[in-house]
């Protein structure tokens, strides 16, 4: 599976966004996909992940009600929304992809390259 991220930007704390990642290679409705973030000088730590069904599981409690991961399965294609922005957002965001569930969340196969977004104060 390779993976290409897109739609990262500069915004300003409080505003939206939305990065997205297509896919191509094998199935893509066999895997579960996710989300990972890396801030300057932090470990990368899991956003959000999907599941071929469409179950979500959410990572740290700071996204939470605020990003919104989904699937569209006929694009092949990931996305995550994220709303009510703020400066410790900032981070290189990276898709992910994974046939289990739960190995996407801690350890995925398949990484994309990552692309960064930035949240103004």
């Known amino acids: 599976v390779q993976l290409q991220a897109s739609g990262g930007g500069l915004v300003q704390a409080g505003g939206s966004l939305r990065v997205s990642c297509a896919a191509s290679?094998?199935?893509?409705?066999?895997?579960?996909l996710g989300w990972f973030r890396q801030a300057p000088g932090k470990e990368r730590e899991f956003v959000a992940a999907?599941?071929?069904?469409?179950?979500?599981?959410y990572g740290a409690d700071s996204v939470k009600g605020r990003f919104t991961i989904s699937r569209d399965n006929a694009k092949n294609t990931v996305y995550l929304q994220m709303n009510a922005l703020k400066p410790e957002d900032t981070a290189i965001y990276y898709c992910?992809?994974?046939?289990?569930?739960?190995?996407?969340?801690?350890?995925?196969?398949?990484w994309g390259q990552g692309t960064q977004v930035t949240v103004s104060s």
């Open positions: 290679g094998r199935t893509f409705t066999s895997y579960a």
């Open positions: 999907i599941g071929w069904t469409g179950i979500t599981t």
């Open positions: 992910a992809a994974d046939a289990s569930r739960v190995e996407v969340t801690t350890n995925p196969s398949y």
